[in-house]
């Protein structure tokens, strides 16, 4: 199952507990999610974009390198709303309309301009034109500023975590391998956006590029991609016996999950 990272101890355990007492599983076994998010596209070191920045050598997470991104989804529905109510709009799903119109300008300063008006129409009927707010939402996750946080730009963010790393050949396989993953990865042109700003601020040393998801590997699987990677990993590890076992959960107790899943 995909951990979040910095996930505390007593939460690990209450999950352990659940995954035993209440879902009755037979084996458990918990990963860190960027890790399985690699995992998801053939990968076992690189750069993960999410929630977090997480730079990963050989399937284990580099924390001194790892930086937690205050923002995400819930801050973009609220700017959705904000924007449409500077043109006197009221939306009845942010979320849902966020999905349908955002999109990535391909102009680093995000003021391309918008089309005409794309008419979307939600769920219940609704019908809003949308003209330049799809574009605003995919720049404010690449300058989180725009969303009120005293952050520095995604791209310069990440550069700034991969040059954490003493070993120069370690950053330069961190920079090559970025795999951008999420909600994020379904708003199109955002990974051709986010991989020329990444280029435009990283030293002449580093080269970034963006992990190609598998041919063979299904639709979605970037949104899902620690999923993806959870499956992929269950097939080794309940082979070989390394999960979390109903006997080893009655010995133990839930305490057990920091022994198994390091």
Sequence with gaps: MPEPLFTPRA????????????????????????????????????????LDISV?????????????????????????????????????????LKELCARASSLPSGSEDAAAGEVHTLPDGQSITIQGEGQQLAQALLNPSLLGKDLSDLPSATVTQIMQHPDGPTRKAFAENILLCGGGSCIPDLGTRFVTELQSVAPPSLQPAMCPCPDYMPEHT?????????????????????????????????????????
């Design 222 to 262: 970037l949104k899902y991609s620690s999923w993806m990677g959870a499956a992929i990993l269950s097939k080794m590890v309940f082979q070989q016996n390394q999960h979390i076992t109903k006997l080893d959960y009655e010995e133990a107790g839930p305490m057990v999950v920091h022994k198994k899943c390091c």
């Design 11 to 50: 939460d690990r355990e209450q999950l352990t507990q659940l995954a035993f007492e209440e879902f009755n599983m037979t084996g458990f076994f918990l990963c860190d999610q960027p890790v399985l998010s690699l995992y998801s596209v053939g990968k076992i070191t690189g750069t993960v974009v999410d």
């Design 56 to 96: 990963i050598a050989e399937g284990q997470v580099n924390y001194h390198s790892t930086k937690r991104l205050p923002f995400g989804g819930a801050d973009l529905d609220k700017l959705m709303a904000s924007l449409l109510e500077q043109r006197g709009l009221k939306c009845s799903d942010p979320q849902r």
